[in-house]
């Protein structure tokens, strides 16, 4: 017995009866999915002919074929994740957006232009600045890459060196940023359930090592952050170095350092990816006693949203 789902794709009669679908076939209790591309002839109530499989095989049909519309909706929701993973499998993803600064007055400025291609562990990170300078992240998978392509200088002088980093792992600690803002919020995916939850950002400078985060992930593939919070515990570390840099703040509980959410989502291809997102950069205070997590400075936000989302050909290399 088989069922049948077709669809002629708005242009059938057009083009002879040629339909596009998918056939559930089931031989003693084994059940078979093939593409249709063509069916040579098809009659109201009476499937007398079909051609065109992916397996090449032509089969007939009883005239007392009927259609199970139980296995027809198995059938969609089976070729919809067989194509959605068919795009997966042979193109990348791109999402394009910018990020904005806003200082702790409230006043905002354009801060990046960001372009971030990724395909399952692997991702790359562009992110042009209001200046020009262009800084480019991109991991394979194993590790990170960090490139600066210097072009205010090449404008000077044409031949002007790059300079460039490379790191154990796939997060960029070697980046800016709005590079690793765009790598947590898009290239993350899987991180998380095999590395520990350190998540040095750059904006934390010389504390970033001594911060703890906590994690919450999105329920729905892939899996990325929705929110990420940064706390420090009872000290702040004033410069790189030299003596007496490490400076005691009276929270007994830590304090907030940095907050990073999603602000809002969008789907492509069954894909839950932030469509926007904010991270916010805090300064303990250094007088009173006791003071609660959240009694904390703001210093800047930096805020993204998407301008577009796509599939495109799959990348030779995700390095910069």
Known sequence: MSYLKLSDGGGAAARGNRFVGWML???RNQFALDRVTTVASLEPGRLSRLEGFSSCVSLLFAPNFRINFFLV??????SASAQAAEVQTNSALEIKGTITKIDGTGNETNWTDFTVCVFNEKCQVSNLYFNKELLENGTDGTNAYFLNKMTKAKRLIKDWWEWGSVSAGRFPINGMAPGQLCWLAYGSSGYFATNSPAVPMESFQQNAAFLHCEIELSAAQPHLPERIRWYGSNFWYLRANGPGNKESVPYDQGFLAGDYRVTEVTNFQGLHLPAGFEFSVFIPSFF???LAPDAVTLVEILRARISSIK???????FRP
């Open 73 to 78: 909706t198995l059938i969609l929701l089976v």
């Open 288 to 290: 009173g006693k006791k």
């Open 311 to 317: 599939a495109i050909p799959m990348l030779s290399d």
């Open 25 to 27: 076939t089931e031989h």
